[in-house]
């Protein structure tokens, strides 16, 4: 899997757009990226994920630019809800073992 | 739509004691499923996983033991617990991208 590289803390406005970077410079041309958060206590959420175009589903919009090297999240409205830690990885889906390795992740803070 | 269940939600078990804990999925058929643990403050191991009924792959040795009697039943089990059990774990099943979507959790305290 490809090494990601995330800021390790951003805030947020609320009601603001939070957009959340993400560097895979060493990403190959079958590797998804994917998007997680974990908010405190919980388990891990998916998010959303794309190959190379631009995806946006009921949570999130992601952004891949034209080399695939890095993306950006984008939570159009951020809330108070969205405060967690945000995880990037970018993995080639297989058939066997899929264990997700989480980094150190972006810790996003929405205040009031 | 796919839910997926555990519980129980919060357990407090004494060493040495058995433990069993249940996954259960709705909505789809034949997932992958996963089960992993999260240490306080730390990230995600994975503990098994299965591709189908009857069929474990471990990923890593230790006190714990899986099985998938039913194709949307997984269960983690130990015979006698150790404090290093202790633990967040989580069931996850995967979609059609391989991408996990997990159950709420059930923490684990050994004393």
């Known amino acids: 899997d490809a090494k990601t590289t995330q800021p390790p803390s951003m805030d947020c406005a609320e009601g603001r757009a939070a957009n959340l970077p993400c560097n895979h410079s060493?990403?190959?041309?079958?590797?998804?990226v994917y998007w997680y958060r974990q908010i405190h206590s919980q388990g891990p959420q998916y998010i959303i994920h794309?190959?190379?175009n631009n995806e946006t589903n009921e949570m999130a919009s992601l952004i891949i630019t034209e080399d695939r090297k890095s993306s950006t999240l984008i939570l159009p409205h951020a809330t108070l809800r969205d405060t967690a830690v945000y995880y990037c990885?970018?993995?080639?889906?297989?058939?066997?073992?899929?264990?997700?390795?989480f980094g150190t992740g972006t810790r996003l803070q929405v205040f009031p | 739509s796919q839910t997926i269940h555990q519980w129980p939600a919060t357990l407090v078990q004494p060493v040495g004691s058995p433990l069993s804990l249940e996954c259960t999925v709705e909505?789809?058929?034949?997932?992958?499923l996963y089960w992993y643990r999260q240490a306080a403050g730390r990230g995600l191991q994975l503990l098994f996983y299965?591709?189908?009924?009857?069929?474990i792959s471990s990923e890593v040795p230790q006190n714990l033991s899986a099985s998938r009697p039913q194709d949307r039943q997984f269960i983690l089990s130990s015979k006698k617990l150790l404090l290093s059990d202790s633990g967040f774990y989580l069931c996850?099943?995967?979609?059609?991208?391989?991408?996990?979507?997990f159950g709420p959790g059930t923490r684990l305290t050994v004393l």
């Open positions: 996850a099943w995967s979609g059609a991208f391989r991408e996990q979507f």
């Open positions: 060493t990403i190959s041309g079958n590797e998804y």
């Open positions: 794309g190959l190379k």
């Open positions: 990885i970018v993995r080639l889906p297989g058939y066997n073992t899929d264990k997700l390795i």
């Open positions: 909505g789809t058929s034949n997932p992958n």
């Open positions: 299965s591709v189908g009924i009857g069929q």
